[in-house]
């Protein structure tokens, strides 16, 4: 029983590792870019893990074959759009990148932060206003 667990959970591992790779590939960085997307991908994968092991019977083949059969398993995954960047906030005038704190380049006197480097709300956000 419990080499039969260990010889599911090592079909899990391959599965998995192979459905990673396949997703990160499409992914201009090749990597999760928030831990909220790793844990979306993962439960994808898990969901289609417990369905793919529903309808078929892995104890009667080989290694080569199951990992042929993982390759052939067609997941469809979400595109994810949204990536974290690393923005680097320039004032080009002066010639120099700004900080939260800096006074704001549009010389509105605010800190940039406050300014034209605040986050958006969720309001502005929906409505359009940028």
């Known amino acids: 029983m419990e080499a039969q667990k260990s010889s599911i959970e090592d079909d899990y591992q391959a599965f998995l590792s192979i459905q990673v790779e396949r997703y990160l ?5 090749q ?17 289609s893990w417990t369905e793919y092991r529903q ?3 892995l104890s009667q083949i080989d290694t080569e074959q199951k990992i042929r059969s993982y390759y ?6 979400p ?11 320039f004032d080009f005038r002066n010639k120099c990148s700004l900080e939260g704190g800096d006074e704001c380049f549009c010389n509105s006197g605010v800190p940039y932060r406050q300014c034209c480097g605040g986050i958006k709300s969720l309001k502005d956000l929906l409505k359009g206003s940028f």
Do not use: G, H, M, P
């Open 25 to 29: 590939k499409r992914k201009t960085q």
């Open 72 to 77: 052939s398993f067609t997941l469809v995954f």
């Open 31 to 47: 990597r999760f870019c928030s831990e909220a997307e790793k844990d979306v991908i993962n439960q994808i994968i898990a969901d």
């Open 79 to 89: 595109y994810f759009v949204a990536e974290e960047e690393c923005i680097i906030s």
């Open 55 to 57: 309808t078929r019977n």
